[in-house]
């Protein structure tokens, strides 16, 4: 299990008010995140159509030095790894359902520096990993059915949670378990007690803007960093 300052927290850009995305990237890291998530949908793949390469590397243009988690949540996915490894990801995560060839995608991202990872649907069995977790940097659990932002916890992700943390420890390597959907403020802790250590919240944090802290991020950075100190 992580302690404490293993923790990451990985507010979702999806959230943020994209006519002033780069303050709004500033902040929020300003306030104590660690590293910005990118949700990535094509309308094919899942029903939204977002955001893509070119605002990944206008981030980095902007200044933002800060880790950047790619989740593409895109099919085919092969050609959008390599435009997001030219345009600054650190990490760059993938549905094993949008590749016709799991280890052969997982190896392009390495090829090209980035950390690699896999994300798992509600609905999508663990055993994806059986044979590819020597390329794998991150294991991503959706703990809602990916395409939209705002929607709520789906408890039964903590057993699975438990399941990917046992395969992770069972392995001994240095793999990092992340989480995305419905984190909030009152079940951040539960979910580390099931073994994440990397959490993707976005309305949670976006929504918690407050004008009058000096970084406007501050007070909900600081209770969810509260709450992981419980854990």
């Given at each position: 299990m992580a302690t404490p300052r293993d923790f990451k927290i990985a507010p979702s850009i999806l959230s943020a008010n994209f006519a002033r995305l780069g303050e709004e990237v500033d902040d929020v890291l300003a306030s104590g995140a660690d590293i910005v998530h990118f949700d990535v949908m094509d309308n094919h793949y899942v029903p939204n159509l977002t955001i893509?390469?070119?605002v990944c590397e206008a981030l980095r243009k902007h200044g933002v030095t800060a880790p950047i988690d790619a989740h593409l949540?895109?099919?085919?996915?092969?050609r959008l790894i390599g435009d997001f490894i030219d345009a600054g990801a650190s990490y760059i995560t993938f549905h094993p359902e949008a590749s016709e060839h799991v280890d052969r995608s997982l190896q392009l991202i390495r090829d090209g520096g980035v950390k690699s990872g896999l994300v798992f649907?509600?609905?999508t069995p663990l055993s994806?990993?059986?044979?590819?977790?020597d390329k794998v940097d991150m294991i991503l659990l959706m703990s809602v059915n990916p395409g939209f932002g705002g929607q709520s916890f789906l408890p039964s992700t903590l057993d699975k949670l438990r399941e990917a943390?046992?395969?992770?420890d069972a392995s001994g390597r240095d793999i990092?378990?992340?989480i995305d959907g419905g984190v909030k403020v009152d079940n951040i802790a539960e979910i580390a007690r099931a073994g994440a250590d990397t959490?993707?919240?976005?309305s949670a944090i976006f929504k918690a803007r407050n004008a009058e802290e000096p970084n406007r991020y501050d007070g909900v950075l600081k209770a969810l960093r509260d709450e992981l100190a419980s854990v």
């Open positions: 893509g390469p070119m949540m895109v099919k085919p996915v092969d649907n509600p609905a994806y990993l059986d044979y590819v977790m943390r046992a395969r992770i990092r378990l992340e959490f993707v919240a976005g």
